[in-house]
């Protein structure tokens, strides 16, 4: 039986028919916030991911044409799942798939179980919402997937954004700068590749899971880190990347509140966000720490980053990589100014992240932070052993770090030759832009 605080399946909007801009606006609002419930659903209902999917957007189209024909229903999900199982016995029909699997999803099995386990399927597909408790399973095991380790990373990405958070091909191709066509052939080759392995639908199993928790997170991260400071492109942040980030992390922390580091990634966004509104000046050009207005920076965000480190701390098993990252971001956050910043702390945090995740990139940022706590020259030392063993090779990073340190130390002559090298690495123009104009100053 459908619960009964749910609204009837198909009760049209009492406005009628809409315009299709409006039933655009309708359908995008429904697949942005429900997308990985609809999918999560539509996912154990066939018992496959990638029928799932590809129903969820048939649904999607068919929804564009009928909404604006007959208005938006009250149940917009609902419709959207009783669309998508149609679409999904419409697929086995043309495959002719006239077996067990077949006869469930038409509903023409006895009730019970088949001979192949299954559960007979709903009568209403408001019965597929099922209860809080399964739809966060679901989406648990969406998330799970969706960051399989049998796939690449760049695919775990683009099937994380097109499934779970929702964005089109074309949103996620703009994201990530690469072609439309790109994105679609990755989004392919993810769903044939979990097809092949035999991937199924289900959450893994506890001790698995805490072993895969780490690629999740680490999907989670590079889309973020590529909303807060983008690669490439015209614009320094990618506001909506970095918000999707978020909403997907807050998500996976209600799914998994006992997780520290499901909490220290969460920390860690909230904590690098609350900067957002101080980061770039009216043209869109980058504003450096040191002259950020502080007054314009998200309190709310920092006291919600601050409770997710305290929530991370409280597990009791230390922090991890992402909650000492949200530590050093939370020195900088509740500090009133650069120089009153505490950077003995946050060298001491680069050294504990040096240790359970060392990185070139974070001997960099010890680097800086020693410049800042003792001095240019200690920290040159730490840069110039990283140019040795060419483990940033091709990034604008260390150059830009190192004509800095250099400017610092009155070597005017190689700081401007690090500081244009460093230009020509770098491949967003806003930051470009910073960088020749401190090469510019030192001519």
Known sequence: MARADRPALMAADAEGPASPQAARRAVEAVWRIESARIVAALSRYTGDFGLAEDVAQEALAE??????????????????LATGRRRAIDNYRRRAALDE???????????GETSSGAQAPPERADDLLWDPDQVDDDVLALMFIACHPVLAPEARVALTLRTVAGLASEEIARAFLVPVPTVQARITRAKKTIAAAGVPFELPPSEERRARIGGVLSVLYVIFTEGSTATAGDDLLRPDLAYEAIRLTRMLAALLPDEPEVSGLLALCELTTARFPARTGPDGEPVLLEDQDRRLWDRSAIRRGLAAIGRAAAVGRGLGPYGLQAAIAACHATAPSVAQTDWERIVLLYEALGQVAPSAVVELNRAVAVAMATGPQQALAIVDDLVATDRLSGSHL???????????????????????????????TREQSVLLRKAATLS
């Open 398 to 428: 260390l150059p830009s770090v190192r004509g800095e340190l250099l400017r610092r130390l009155g070597r005017t002559g190689e700081a401007r030759a690090e500081l244009e090298l460093a230009a020509r690495l770098c491949r967003n």
């Open 101 to 111: 699997r077949y006869a469930l999803l038409c509903g023409q099995l006895a009730e």
């Open 63 to 80: 929804a564009l044409v009928s909404w604006s024909r007959e208005g938006a229903p009250v149940n917009a999900v609902g419709w959207l």
